[in-house]
């Protein structure tokens, strides 16, 4: 079965830092995904970014880049110059391998609070 | 992107009836839907994976004959709380995929 660990409930950052909220995963598939979504107060999940296990470079959105640590099972969210709009959770999430290829499920972490103070 | 559109966004309702969700991919067809469970400061739980034209399958612990799925064309699934009582207050969210997963702007839903 697989799993996700987020491992802190709450984060704060100050406006213009970089934070990284971490993530650890547990699959004994080859073939994974890993996700990270936003979901702000007013509930809407918001992609963030994505990794596949066989991606070979870090994944990068804008301010937003994975740190995908395979061996350490490990794919951290590093949000640069924080701004006040990125206060919300944070969910790591992990794509099941599916027989018909993309209708596949997710398994969430528990998520992270993050707060940007001004 | 793809978009998934859900509603009602909210609604209120009075213990012992049903409610219904609806959940529509608008611009791409999906054999498949998925419904989520969230309590409040909580992930997201899997309720169940809806299939155009065939039964659902719920995981383990959902009852399916208080949340029913109908799946009825390639664009549109919906969840029907039956019932309802004030524990099912929660806020329900739906995905589709194209690609990667898109969800729904979710619904709270309150029983009084």
């Known amino acids: 079965a697989q799993k996700i660990t987020q491992t802190q409930p709450g984060m704060f950052v100050q406006e213009k830092e970089a934070v990284t909220l971490d993530c650890t995963y547990d699959t004994s598939d080859q073939s994974y995904g890993l996700f990270w979504y936003k979901q702000p107060s007013s509930g809407e999940m918001i992609f963030l970014i994505y990794q596949g296990s066989y991606d070979e470079q870090n994944a990068t959105e804008g301010r937003y880049s994975l740190n995908f640590q395979k061996a350490r099972k490990s794919a951290n969210l590093v949000i640069s110059a924080s701004q006040l709009g990125d206060s919300a959770m944070y969910f790591c999430a992990m794509r099941e391998p599916s027989v018909g290829g993309s209708n596949y499920k997710l398994t969430f972490g528990k998520g992270t609070l993050l707060t940007v103070n001004p | 992107g793809a978009v998934v559109s859900q509603h009602p966004s909210w609604v209120i309702c009075k213990s012992g009836t049903s409610v219904k969700i609806e959940c529509r991919s608008l611009?791409?067809?999906?054999?498949?839907m998925f419904w989520y469970r969230q309590f409040p400061k909580q992930s997201l739980m899997l309720m169940a994976t809806s299939n155009e034209g065939s039964k659902a399958t719920y995981e383990q612990g959902v009852e399916k004959d208080k949340f029913l799925i109908n799946h009825a064309s390639l664009t549109l699934s919906t969840l029907t709380v039956t019932s309802a009582h004030p524990e099912d207050s929660s806020f329900y969210i739906c995905?589709?995929?194209?690609?990667?997963?898109?969800f729904g702007q979710g619904t709270r839903l309150t029983v009084v």
């Open positions: 611009d791409f067809q999906a054999t498949t």
């Open positions: 995905s589709a995929n194209r690609g990667r997963a898109f």
